[in-house]
């Protein structure tokens, strides 16, 4: 039982890297020099991306597009609409900061990995899965930026053309260009997801790595009190609650499969800490990173753990009862 609620091992890496730079911040020369470093491997990470994903498995996909639209209305409207409420109900302990990051985690894509994951754990329909969080993934590189300058305006961080230029030559070009040479680089990526996996990862370390080094160098913890970390721990909670309840009962309301339902539920309550954490540094540049990302890591965690148990939940539903089987029959 304690297991299902252990701390992967990434979320691990995560936490040591923010105490790492806590204690041992970057700054100066090296900060900058690491920070070109990390624009690289997010140009990398997305030029990867691209090379993954294949066409033919999106396309194969949209036929179903009632369930898309369903994800995708989740993903894009359903959780931005959930953060203001929340926002204006519940976060008037946070600080500005926090909230933003957590309004910023409301317009992330879904998951690709982990909703895949769970879909197949509990039974789900996998290859509607793997369109809908590609899907999702591909078109928050346009949708992302495009929410954030509408709804963080009145923040102060407005959608500005240099915030623009930035996302398409660090994020959309490499992810084009992966398209491109996908039909003769895809199925060696695919092939070796380890070396995927280890920029994904890599690449988001280094990221919070820069981004809390700076943060904690302008005393970031001196900014949070007892009382704003834990209404931060609670908003993203009921969160992703509603989501999980909206989701399920609008799947089930709307006339979707057991299999369909199942698939809406894991890939519309998802965000995705791999693309959040890079596009946060494109169009919060010159914000506090550190404090805008640090709902986003607690969300990763939190609903990674939610969705275990869920996914456990229905697959022991769907799984077929072989207890009352006579032996003559299992055989």
Known sequence: MLSRFRPDNFTLLLVATVVLASFLPITGEPAHAFGVLTNIAIALLFFLHGARLSRDTVVAGLSHWRLH????????????????????????????????????????????????AFTSMAGGNVPAAVCAASGSNILG?????????????ARGIGFSSSVLLTIVTQLLLPFVLGQVLQPWIGGFVRKHRFVLSFVDRG???????????????????????????????????????????ITTCASRWLGFSKEDEITIVFCGSKKSLAAGVPMATVIFAGQNIGAIVLP??????????TCAVLAQRYARRLKPSTESVPVSEAS
């Open 203 to 245: 690449s988001i370390l280094m990221v919070v790595y820069l981004a809390f080094s700076d943060a904690v160098s302008g005393g970031l913890w001196r900014q949070f009190s007892a009382t704003a970390l834990l209404t931060m721990v609670l908003v993203n909670a009921v969160l992703l609650a509603l989501v999980l309840v």
């Open 296 to 305: 986003l890591m607690l969300f990763h965690q939190l609903q990674l753990m």
């Open 141 to 153: 590189i346009f949708i992302t930026p495009l929410l954030a300058g509408g709804l963080f305006s």
């Open 69 to 116: 639209l369903t994800i995708l209305l989740a993903t894009y409207a359903l959780f931005p609409v959930l953060a203001l409420g929340l926002d204006y109900g519940l976060t008037a302990t946070l600080t500005p900061a926090l909230a933003s990051g957590i309004l910023f985690l409301a317009i992330l894509p879904s998951t690709v990995q982990s909703s895949i």
